[in-house]
């Protein structure tokens, strides 16, 4: 591996890693907690639509997908808000109706998309400088609102009818992590891809959730698996020749079992030796 880090790619893409896991780490811990994982998987994959309307413009399509990202989790928390259709229905027919009008717009665009794979299934080694600057600005975003808005978010998080009794403007919050989401769907796109971007989005907030249940710790610890499974995949699929972003997400899942598993076994022997067991 260190060889193979004098290549511009490389470098590109171990920042490009190191800049999703900041964003996975902050945004997926609210996801998890709030339990909004299929929300966001609506999100990831209307955002399908802005790729297409990149290449349909001639603009960068990642630039495109942020504007999709964003409307779509406007649309989709504004509509399970204030209307009777239920949140899956809802999620579903917005994922399906980006899906569509991004398969529409590349139809649309002249020429082929060569490169239309990797933002579906994510290529780390061919992030550009320019997105690595846009997920840079993006990543700025996220720790400035959620520094601005951490009391509010913390309290949206576990209690929303006590944050609207004690005057929280809740709707307003929940439509901006919406947005935070949306932002951090567009970081994760050229890492892991529209279809992988839910499992690195939830994984190492799930995995930090086992360890502590203080918000700022489980972001901290978030951010630290994030990279490690993001670095690990990227130097197994380097070592194999597999694709990159298959392979970070299989790290991460594998070793989110494994953390079941050790869990388990230490209840087992605590209770075998009738200790108190803590352990989530």
């Known amino acids: 591996m260190p060889t193979v880090l004098q290549y511009e790619f490389m470098q590109h893409a171990l920042a490009a890693g190191l800049l999703a896991a900041i964003a996975c780490g902050i945004v997926g811990v609210y996801v998890v907690v709030k339990k909004v994982v299929f929300i966001s998987g ?10 297409g309307l990149g290449f349909l413009l001639g603009i960068n399509p990642v630039l495109g997908a942020m504007v999709f990202t964003v409307a779509s989790a406007l649309g989709i928390g504004l509509v399970t808000r204030r209307t009777r259709l239920p949140e899956d229905t809802a999620i579903g027919i917005l994922w399906a109706m980006g899906m569509a009008l991004g398969i529409i717009f590349i139809g649309l665009a002249p020429g082929y998309a060569p490169d239309l ?37 913390l309290l949206l998080s576990f209690d929303e009818e006590f944050s609207t009794v004690a005057g929280v403007p809740t709707e307003r919050l929940y439509l901006l992590l919406l947005c935070l989401v949306a932002l951090t769907v567009v970081v994760l796109i050229r890492v892991v891809g529209i279809i992988l971007v839910i499992a690195l989005l939830t994984i190492p907030a799930a995995l930090a959730r086992q360890l502590t249940h ?34 970070i997400i299989l790290v991460s899942g594998t070793a989110l079992f494994a953390s079941f598993g050790i869990a388990r076994l230490r209840r087992n022997r605590a209770r075998e030796y009738g200790q108190p067991t803590n352990i989530s």
């Open 117 to 153: 794979f990797s933002y579906l299934f994510g290529n780390i080694l061919t992030v550009p400088t320019s997105d690595l600057m846009l997920m840079l600005i993006l990543d700025g975003v996220i720790i400035t609102l959620v520094l601005l808005f951490y009391k509010e978010f």
């Open 42 to 51: 609506g999100i990831a994959h209307a955002s399908f639509g802005g790729i």
């Open 214 to 247: 203080d918000l700022k710790k489980m972001m901290g610890l978030a951010i630290l698996a994030g990279a490690v499974f993001t670095l690990g995949g990227l130097w197994l699929s380097y070592l194999l020749d597999l694709a990159s972003g298959a392979t």
